[in-house]
């Protein structure tokens, strides 16, 4: 009986830390004081002191061969200092009236940004699931993201470059007659030699060439600009991990002059050491997360690809749920020699042995980001370089699924593309 007593008591102060522990631990270092701020407001002996927002000098470095990695973990922290708003900031400060002048056009507005990837597309099957999560008509959507083409950045939450190019058509003063021929080629893009012997065929393409594509394209150099949660770096040839701890608020516990036998200040003092176990239980989690990515991962950290990993493997050897160490990964980063890479990029699914899913889409785009700019490659073209490298038999839309999900397009838009960036 007193075994069981003991044990339940056990679970009692670990469901009661775990309540803390699980929104920090899923919150990312930028946002972990705002996430522990309801557990200090609501206890009068807690002050929290901020993170110093600089990692300890020793880890850039050591951080092997830093001198050769543009995306340092100096350059990134001292990028931080420039508090740049970012994408999804500067897309909700402007969800107001006159363009967004109820609520229900607000909390579509809000849905809408929360479905706009990084480089500003808005993803058009997402059009259905925010017409049933708000009980409206998909037509309703589609009506309040076509306000879209009135915000800033110009092209915001179009479904494709030609949608994109369309709304920025819009806010231009361009002569009636050239914007209607415009909006044709823009339209017809697949096409578009078929116009190179219109007369306004030069001047539409100085227009069009002045557009951003894509339409977020000035924010996504902001995007690498994030804090790492874990360090990995060479310490005397053997690699090392080790956390930014300098980014971790400090927890004050106020007990002077206080009656800690009273009831109430017995059961907030408690609250607090519970508050502190779980920024270390963040910290302990993340660093176990860390060193088993570098075990699993060892020759990703010298130049070779990431290898098949799976959240359970992690999950078995830490005795945590699966869903627990996925939201420990999430929106996390890791820092090395090869730059800033989100803890998820370390999990893929294997497609045959020891050969991940994620090293054949990091060899797509790189056979894309260096072909002929005059003979871009079909999809058909790019599956055979990969199972020549790989070894690996594979069908055609699968190449064109992982295109898809890096918004790479097709080769002949690629070739139109070029040509206007030439």
Not at 7 to 25: F, V
Not at 36 to 62: C, L, S, T, Y
Not at 260 to 272: E, R, Y
């Amino acid at each position: 009986m007193l075994k069981q007593r003991v044990s339940q008591n056990q679970k009692q102060k670990l469901s009661s830390t775990l309540r803390s522990w699980l929104p920090i631990l899923q919150s990312d270092l930028d946002s972990l004081t705002e996430a522990i701020e309801p557990f200090v407001q609501a206890n009068p002996f807690i002050q929290v002191r901020a993170g110093n927002e600089k990692p300890d000098k020793k880890f850039a470095k050591k951080s092997f061969f830093s001198e050769l990695s543009k995306n340092s973990v100096s350059e990134t922290i001292e990028a931080l200092t420039i508090n740049k708003k970012s994408l999804y900031d500067t897309l909700y400060e402007q969800i107001n009236p006159p363009l967004f002048p109820t609520k229900i056009s607000q909390n579509i507005a809000y849905e809408i940004i929360e479905n706009i990837n990084h480089e500003g597309y808005f993803d058009a099957e997402s059009t259905s699931k925010i017409a049933k999560k708000l009980c409206i008509d998909e037509s309703r959507v589609e009506s309040v993201r076509g306000r879209f083409s009135y915000l800033e950045p110009l092209g915001i939450g179009a479904v494709d470059f030609k949608e994109a190019f369309l709304f920025q058509l819009d806010d231009i003063e361009v002569e009636e007659g050239l914007a209607r021929f415009i909006r044709e080629l823009i339209c017809n893009f697949e096409a578009i030699e078929n116009y190179s012997e219109h007369k306004d065929f030069q001047n539409a393409l100085k227009v069009i060439k002045k557009f951003k594509n894509p339409p977020a394209i000035d924010f996504l150099e902001d995007e690498v600009q994030v804090i790492p949660d874990i360090f990995v770096y060479d310490s005397k040839g053997v690699i090392e991990v080790a956390l930014n701890d300098a980014y971790y608020p400090e927890i004050i516990i106020e007990t002077d002059g206080l009656d800690k036998g009273h009831s109430f200040v017995a059961s907030k003092i408690k609250d607090a050491k519970d508050l502190v176990d779980a920024l270390e239980m963040r910290k302990a989690t993340l660093y176990k997360i860390g060193l088993m990515i570098v075990e699993h991962q060892y020759d990703f950290f010298f130049g070779k690809s990431i290898r098949p990993m799976k959240l359970k493997d992690i999950a078995d050897d830490l005795e945590r749920n699966p869903s627990t160490i996925s939201r420990a990964i999430s929106g996390k980063y890791l820092s090395c020699s090869r730059g800033i890479i989100p803890l998820k990029q370390f999990f893929s699914t294997a497609v045959e042995e020891n050969i991940s899913n994620s090293a054949i889409k990091e060899y797509m785009r790189e056979l894309v980001k260096f072909e002929d700019h005059k003979k871009p490659l079909s999809d058909v073209k790019i599956l055979a370089f990969i199972e020549k490298k790989f070894g690996v038999k594979m069908v055609r839309r699968t190449i064109t699924k992982y295109r898809k999900e890096f918004n790479i397009a097709g080769s002949s838009e690629r070739k139109k593309l070029y040509s206007l960036k030439s």
